[in-house]
């Protein structure tokens, strides 16, 4: 697989030459946005041919995602976790709160994506 250009620069971000190399970037962005739609039409066609999932099923689910982040604007940003012990933001990744340690963080599947 192909590293972005900006993975592939500086500190500054600029390639050997001392540009930015946003064309590689965005190469390497469109391709990877085609093989996410190859991937979900490919999904898309088991879930119907395999399960009987109808597209008004499936556009139901779409539309309840898009609206967990409280926007529904066509997107699934990432929504805060607060650590269910003390309150305090947490990274959606980290194993436990950085602040209290707890190890519970209950953060729902969707959110892990």
Known sequence: MNIPGRLRTDADGHAAGGA????E???YLKRR???L???SAALTLILM???????????????????????????MRRMV???PRCGKVVNQKADKCMYCGNDALEVPFLERI
């Open 49 to 75: 041919e395999k399960l009987g999932v109808t597209q008004a099923e499936i556009d139901k689910a779409v539309d309840m995602i898009d609206g967990m982040d409280g926007i529904k604007d066509g997107t």
């Open 25 to 27: 970037d965005i190469e």
């Open 37 to 39: 739609k190859l991937y």
């Open 81 to 83: 976790v607060n650590c």
């Open 20 to 23: 930015p190399n946003h064309g």
């Open 33 to 35: 946005v085609e093989r």
